[in-house]
């Protein structure tokens, strides 16, 4: 399985979007600054995943998460989770 993730800054406020075949690992990476992309924004929180058979699928979806329909459209997952949009989203 593959999982495409959202995660969310606590010092930044900012969302990061990506896939991997190893969430936990993934995240560790994140917070122990191993990321280039989220290294200043530490420590990071899963705040949403989808799962995905493969690679392929995930990386579609993580693609689409980046554009700017798919950030709305993420930020309605969100709201209806409960979970706030990113403020300059």
């Known amino acids: 399985m593959f999982t495409v993730y959202v995660l969310k800054s606590a010092s930044l406020g900012k969302r990061y979007v990506g896939s991997t075949g190893d969430l936990p690992a993934r995240l560790r990476q994140h917070n122990q600054g191993k990321v280039r992309a989220t290294k200043g924004g530490r420590p990071w929180t899963i705040i949403y995943?989808?799962?995905?058979?493969?690679?392929?699928?995930?990386?579609?979806?993580?693609?689409?998460?980046?554009?700017?329909?798919?950030?709305?459209?993420?930020?309605?997952?969100l709201e209806r989770r409960g979970s706030p949009p990113e403020a300059d989203a």
């Open 49 to 77: 995943h989808e799962l995905f058979q493969t690679n392929v699928e995930a990386r579609r979806r993580e693609l689409s998460l980046k554009s700017g329909r798919g950030r709305a459209e993420l930020d309605r997952i």
